[in-house]
């Protein structure tokens, strides 16, 4: 097999990795026990969340930091467990450390193991914010969960665009050993070296 069809069979599998939702998905691995959008309200029992900012990055999801301030926030749960949807959930966001309440929605059923919580005008300090989600209990007893976010601290570089600049630099690495005889012939002399691994 010539050198080449190795580089171009390699740069196909770095590029089919690169598309591969599940290797971007919740920061490259799965399962609960590595996502870091989540609440466990009770032992083994989640909510996920996502945030995003529509009007500023409509095609991001983010969990820990929000980059801009004084734009529209939405905080999407999702009840990984059915009886959630059974009982009522009251979510408030405070800005941290003065506690001072920025949202509020009292207590109520979401059937569909949905819910949306939509922040019009964002926020509007930089800093710590903490989301307090309260799970109230036939008994009346009241579940605790917090997960706190960080809020302006500017673009972020997301997983996507990684992969983005990762994929350019692939591809004039290649156009380079296709275009120039001394590119080539210093990959070739790497890739015959590894061989011999």
């Known amino acids: 097999?010539?050198?080449?069809?190795?580089?171009?069979?390699?740069?196909?599998?770095?590029?089919?990795?690169?598309?591969?939702?599940?290797?971007?998905?919740?920061?490259?691995?799965?399962g609960t026990d590595t996502d870091q959008c989540k609440f466990e309200l009770e032992k083994d029992h989640w909510i996920h969340y996502t945030a995003y900012q529509p009007k500023a990055y409509p095609a991001e999801e983010f969990c820990g930091n929000l980059p801009d301030?004084?734009?529209?926030?939405?905080?999407?749960?999702?009840?990984?467990?059915?009886?959630y949807r059974k009982r009522a959930i009251e979510f408030e966001v405070t800005k941290e450390p003065e506690g001072k309440r920025v949202f509020f929605q009292a207590a109520e059923k979401h059937k569909s193991g949905?819910?949306?919580?939509?922040?019009?005008?964002?926020?509007?300090?930089?800093?710590?914010?903490l989301i307090h989600i309260t799970l109230l209990q036939d008994s009346g007893e009241r579940l605790d969960a917090h997960m706190s976010f960080q809020a302006g601290k500017g673009q972020p570089t997301s997983k996507g665009s990684i992969g983005l600049?990762?994929?350019?630099?692939?591809?004039?690495?290649?156009?380079?050993?296709?275009?120039?005889?001394?590119?080539?012939a210093k990959i070739d002399d790497i890739l015959g070296k590894l061989k011999q691994f």
Not at 7 to 29: D, E
Not at 115 to 128: A, C, D, I, R, T
Not at 165 to 184: C, E, Q
């Open 1 to 30: 097999m010539r050198n080449a069809d190795i580089l171009r069979k390699g740069f196909l599998v770095l590029l089919g990795l690169l598309f591969s939702s599940a290797l971007w998905a919740h920061g490259g691995a799965a």
């Open 69 to 83: 301030l004084d734009t529209a926030i939405q905080l999407v749960f999702d009840y990984q467990d059915e009886r």
């Open 114 to 129: 949905t819910v949306v919580l939509n922040l019009p005008e964002g926020v509007s300090e930089v800093g710590k914010y």
């Open 165 to 184: 600049y990762l994929l350019v630099l692939i591809g004039l690495i290649y156009a380079a050993y296709l275009s120039n005889a001394g590119v080539k």
